[in-house]
Nanobody
Framework: QVQLVESGGELVQAGGSLRLSCAAS????????MAWFRQAPGKERKFVAA????????FYADSVKGRFTISRDDTKNTVYLQMNSLKPEDTAVYYC???????????????WGQGTQVTVSS
């Protein structure tokens, strides 16, 4: 089992930046690819970014490419999502997920966190 806890979501103005964190506990964190998904109100959950075990490869949704950066610190069992140039359409609940496959953009990840709310005001 892997437990995931997200943090860092808050209200921010358009054009601003925010960094989300996802702390993992349980089974060996370094064995898993990690990802971020988001779900806006009334919409389906969508892939945002993923990072391979070891951190040497990343993969992004086109909608965030160039603005968001995923990274991981295996010494802290934590994955991050740095979000810059935020837009109102980035407003969503952001979820952290862990899986043994990279890159996986579908929702069938093995483990999920509870989510953290990001709201971008115009």
């Amino acid at each position: 089992q892997v437990q995931l806890v997200e943090s860092g979501g808050e209200l921010v103005q358009a054009g601003g930046s925010l960094r989300l964190s996802c702390a993992a506990s349980g089974r060996t964190f370094t064995s898993y690819a990690m990802a971020w998904f988001r779900q806006a109100p009334g919409k389906e959950r969508k892939f945002v970014a993923a990072i391979r075990w070891g951190g040497n490869r990343t993969f992004y949704a086109d909608s965030v490419k160039g603005r968001f950066t995923i990274s991981r610190d295996d010494t802290k069992n934590t994955v991050y999502l740095q979000m810059n140039s935020l837009k109102p359409e980035d407003t969503a609940v952001y979820y952290c997920a862990a899986d043994g496959v990279f890159p996986r953009t579908a929702l069938d990840y093995d483990y999920w966190g509870q989510g953290t709310q990001v709201t971008v005001s115009s």
